[in-house]
C-alpha cells in the first residue's frame, strides 16, 4: 500500500499532474532538448512521486521536489551511455515568427547547462540562487552560465544581422 493514500482523496495524483505537468514538462524539455526524452522523464518523475508519496509543508515545497527530482533524472540521462543526439523539437515552444523561431532553436541548440540556466531564468521567473538550490550548483556557477549563454547569444544575433 502507498503511504498517505488513504488519507488522500480519490484524484489525488491527477490533480497533481494537472498542476505541475506542464511546468515540468518545460523543464525536461529544456534541459534534454527532446520531447520524447522530456516525456520519458515526466513519466519517471510522477513515477518517482506516487513511489514515494511525500507529504509537504506548502505547495512550495512540493514544486521545489519536483523541480529538483526532475533537474536530477534529467542530468542522470545526459550522462546516460544509452543517450542518442538528434535535433531538438520545437512543438512545445509558441513562436509568432520566423526571427523567434531561429532565436528559440539557437537556445535550445545551446549545450544543456546553458540552455537550463537560460529556461529556468527567462522563462520559469526564478533568481540565480534559485537555480543553483534546484541544480545543485554555486549562484556563481548560475551567473556564469547565464553570462556565456547570453554572450553566444549575442553573438549569434550579430552574425545574423550581418547576414
Known sequence: MIKNQSIRPEDWLEKIVEQH???LFRIAHSM???????EDVLQDVLIKFLEKSPSFKSVEHEIAWLIRVTVNLCKDRLRSA???TSVPLLDIHSVEDGEQESLL?????LPPKYRTAIH???YEGYSTREIARMTGQTAGAVQQQLA?????????LEREACI
Open 105 to 109: 532553436e539557437t537556445v535550445l541548440s
Open 32 to 38: 534534454m532538448g527532446q520531447w520524447e526524452d522530456a
Open 21 to 23: 505537468k506542464v511546468r
Open 148 to 156: 556565456r549563454a547570453r554572450a553566444m547569444l549575442k553573438n549569434y
Open 120 to 122: 529556468f531564468f527567462y
Open 82 to 84: 544509452w543517450r542518442t
